[in-house]
């Protein structure tokens, strides 16, 4: 008989065309990741809410693309200390009450920065909100590695769905109030409606257990057989290709309305919208991504999605219109939609929470430093140029996939 640890492997790791066998869902783990797919929706909600209003926010405090891409800076540098810190936390409280602590801060952190009249103030405000959504998205991804281990099948990209879903409503209700409701109205009304979700979702989550294996027995097998001493190295390696993917969530988020609206001359309704159609995207190749998983494995998953947001992104920088620049993001988001969820759960099973964490500062340090760079490169170029640097990293992202497919990913060549 296999053991058990070898099946998980299979099923998280490895290429699982063969595997349609599952387990029944206890309750108590039903309502464990129902709260915790709550927590992912509303932290994806709650980013959109921030971002689609940045034009405004820009516009208010008189900032320079470069000065924004450095207040934007305040994201980067809060999220990242943070998230060098929580795998601690999470092993010393646990991960799912960090998951609440910071799901009742994020919504707080978000209200902030519409009261900023200048570039300097916004910076300092942003290191709140970015301390709070680094320390969220860690924990809660490394809940959910755990939930992957228990549930036996590979359903992390399920909750990153969730996060897609929550930002496109997010986008869409932003685009929705824009020309209705002030910056500091919209974010105040996003800080209650996520302090009663949050408050709400807390309690199932933090109720029952979920069985884990010990820390002994992961680090002892993975779908490539004994990692020895070099887990941590193949963690950094995942860690950069979420970089690298990441770096393209980060950048569309932050600049893709005002790509629309300066360089092709949209209104602020369509240029909301297209964060829309890119979160839309990733929404539906997520909620497919466990199929996925399971047909072609995270290799082929990693390499394929990679290359199609190559693709997708060439043609959202540089297309002449505005429908073509649209096609641009879908396809872009289609390529990134499970790349970066992989390379986290790949992390958490070779290397525990500390993996989670590693792979998770990388990943969400590209999604966060994503935007200021696209910054200064607009302001040396264009922004058309700029985000062309999306393309070359989602490019890199499916060469260095495909480069370890078997040591970090489980794979034959």
Same mark, same amino acid.
């Given at each position: ?23 029944? &869902? ?67 409280? *646990? ?9 009742? &801060? ?73 020309? $209705?409701? $002030? ?198 170029? $264009? ?9 070359? &990293? ?15 990913? *489980?794979?034959?060549?």
């Amino acid at each position: 008989m296999p053991s058990l640890n070898k099946i998980r492997s299979a099923l998280a790791g490895g290429r699982g065309a063969g595997v349609r066998a599952h387990a029944p &869902l206890a309750p108590g783990l039903r309502r464990i990741r129902t709260a915790l797919t709550v927590f992912f929706a509303l932290d994806g909600f709650l980013f959109a809410g921030w971002v689609v209003r940045i034009p405004a926010v820009k516009e208010q405090t008189g900032a320079s693309a470069s000065a924004l891409g450095l207040a934007l800076l305040g994201v980067s540098a809060g999220a990242v200390a943070t998230m060098l810190l929580i795998g601690q936390l999470c092993r010393r409280i *646990g991960s799912r009450r960090v998951t609440v602590l910071a799901g009742l &801060l994020l919504p707080l952190g978000v209200a902030l920065p519409p009261l900023t009249h200048s570039a300097l103030a916004l910076g300092l405000v942003l290191l709140v909100f970015g301390a709070a959504y680094g320390g969220l998205n860690v924990a809660m991804n490394a809940v959910a590695v755990d939930l992957v281990a228990a549930l036996r099948r590979p359903v992390m990209p399920s909750f990153h769905a969730a996060f897609s879903l929550g930002g496109m409503l997010g986008a869409g209700l932003g685009g929705l109030v824009a020309g $209705s409701l $002030s910056p500091t109205r919209h974010l105040l009304l996003l800080t209650a409606v996520g302090l009663v979700v949050a408050a709400a979702a807390a309690r199932p989550l933090l109720r029952g257990a979920i069985p884990a294996p010990g820390p002994a027995a992961e680090a002892e097998e993975s779908p490539s057989g004994p990692v020895g001493g070099r887990p941590y190295a193949l963690v950094a390696v995942l860690g950069l290709i979420a970089l690298c993917t990441a770096y393209g969530e980060g950048a569309l988020a932050d600049w893709s309305a005002l790509h629309l609206t300066d360089d092709l001359g949209a209104g602020a309704g369509v240029a909301a919208a297209g964060y829309s159609v890119f979160a839309l995207a990733m929404t539906a190749g997520r909620l497919a991504g466990t199929t996925l998983l399971e047909r072609l494995g995270p290799a082929r998953t990693l390499v394929g999605g990679g290359a199609a947001a190559a693709v997708g992104m060439v043609a959202g920088a540089l297309a002449p219109s505005v429908p073509l620049v649209l096609a641009g993001f879908v396809l872009t988001g289609f390529g990134l939609a499970n790349v970066f969820p992989v390379a986290i759960a790949r992390a958490g099973a070779l290397a525990g929470p500390s993996g989670v964490a590693g792979a998770s500062t990388l990943g969400y340090g590209g999604m966060l430093l994503g935007p200021v760079a696209i910054g200064f490169l607009a302001d040396w170029f $264009s922004l058309t140029s700029a985000l062309t640097s999306v393309a070359l &990293l989602a490019a890199v992202a499916a060469l260095v996939a495909a480069a370890v497919r078997r040591s970090a990913l *489980g794979e034959a060549p």
